[in-house]
């Protein structure tokens, strides 16, 4: 991504040149004609479009959601963010002319159908997908595969054959089976780059750090809870005995409690929503909290360390999540877990044998 060098120079050859060809004799693509229609001026907008300001090109898919509204309205508050598209199958020109009046600098263009699906993609540095179906009380993340599975497939295989350098950040659930299923549909396409796939488990952290907060009595912005393996129930794995920020322990009974809490943290906010979906505005949090961390890592910044859901090497499990740094190409670096006591090496060998399973049926569903 190349920021654009003279971009207020650009900007003002654009705005004369809207005023020299008046809106009503230009032809444009069907997403610059909605951003049109959704009357944001269209000087204004044909002179954005072209690249207002320097920034990353970043795209929502499921962009209407519990999850796809907040996370576009945070994304277009970010001001590394210069284009912002919204994508989903209903929804997105209400969404994107909402959106598109916050007086910040984002460009906002919305698309609706799949038809409109590859203008969506082309070009982009950053996608966000969380699109699918919700959970409802008593389901598991697991219940939500036979859905979702598919619409990872059809997002995937778009983004291979429009934008297949982006860095995908991907919400969508059983995130132990859909970045498998990723994965799967880049290498059939002979895209894949194993470094620019994530499974977004921020959320996981975040739930992690206010609970362990709590129990401290501490701001959360002080604590930093590693969690790794993956992001359903036990595969959820915080390292509450690497907490180091600040360094403290814990009880045997506050360990019970807290780790329990972080894996069932998602069917809390099922069971409260009450048929409503899951979390959608914490969520939103952790995911441009995450994409941030992405874009700071594609600008160059050192030591941009997160935990996500990625190809990996650190156990004998083709994906894991654990600590990866982020940085121009993605992840840069890997960390091993660390050490471990005694109560964390059991829930790993727990979490394991039920992340096995998950990776596979997203591979097979691929595959077979
Ligand atoms: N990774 C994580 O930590 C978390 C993941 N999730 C997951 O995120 C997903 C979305 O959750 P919500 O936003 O609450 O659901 P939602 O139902 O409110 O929104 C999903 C959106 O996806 C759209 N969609 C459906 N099919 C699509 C397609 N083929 N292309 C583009 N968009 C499509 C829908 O139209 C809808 O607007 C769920 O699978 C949920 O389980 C939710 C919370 C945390
Ligand atoms: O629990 C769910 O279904 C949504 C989710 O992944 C979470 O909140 O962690």
Excluded: W
């Excluded at 920021?3 to 809106?23: D, G, K, M, V, Y």
């Excluded at 050490?339 to 049926?361: D, M, T, V």
Aim: glycine content about 10%; proline content about 7%; charged content about 20%.
């Amino acid at each position: 991504m190349q920021p654009p060098p003279n971009s207020i120079a650009n900007q003002r050859i654009s705005t004369i040149s809207a005023h020299l060809n008046p809106p009503h004799l230009q032809v444009h693509p069907p997403h610059l004609q909605m951003e049109e229609g959704l009357g944001s001026g269209f000087g204004r907008a044909n002179c954005r479009a072209k690249g207002g300001s320097p920034g990353f090109k970043v795209a929502i898919l499921g962009a209407s959601g519990g999850i796809g509204q907040p996370l576009a309205m945070l994304m277009k508050m970010n001001p590394l963010v210069s284009v912002l598209h919204l994508y989903d199958v209903v929804n997105t020109p209400g969404v994107t002319a909402d959106i598109s009046h916050m007086d910040t600098a984002a460009v906002v263009r919305g698309f609706v159908g799949q038809q409109q699906l590859e203008d969506a993609l082309t070009g982009m540095d950053l996608l966000i997908i969380p699109a699918g179906v919700p959970r409802k009380p008593g389901m598991t993340r697991d219940d939500l595969f036979n859905i979702n599975a598919g619409i990872v497939r059809t997002l995937c295989e778009g983004i291979a054959k429009c934008c297949p350098k982006a860095i995908v950040n991907l919400i969508s659930n059983p995130v132990n089976s859909t970045v498998p299923i990723a994965a799967e549909v880049f290498k059939k396409a002979g895209t894949y780059d194993p470094n620019r796939l994530l499974g977004v488990t921020m959320l996981d952290v975040v739930r992690a750090n206010t609970f362990v907060a709590e129990v401290l009595g501490l701001d959360p912005r002080y604590v930093d809870v590693p969690v790794v393996g993956g992001h359903a129930g036990i595969t959820i794995l915080p390292l509450l005995s690497q907490q180091v920020k600040p360094s403290c322990s814990f009880t045997p009974k506050e360990v019970d409690y807290l780790t329990d809490r972080i894996q069932n943290g998602g069917t809390e906010v099922v069971e409260a929503k009450a048929g409503s979906g899951s979390a959608t505005l914490s969520m939103a949090y952790a995911a441009v909290k995450f994409a941030d961390a992405c874009l700071r890592g594609l600008r160059g910044d050192a030591g941009i360390v997160e935990c996500a859901y990625v190809a990996s090497q650190v156990t004998e499990l083709p994906f894991f999540a654990s600590k990866v740094r982020l940085g121009r190409n993605g992840i840069e670096e890997i960390y091993p877990l660390g050490p471990l006591n005694e109560y964390e090496r059991a829930g790993l060998e727990k979490a394991k044998k039920e992340l096995a399973a998950s990776i596979q049926k997203g591979i097979s569903f691929i595959k077979n």
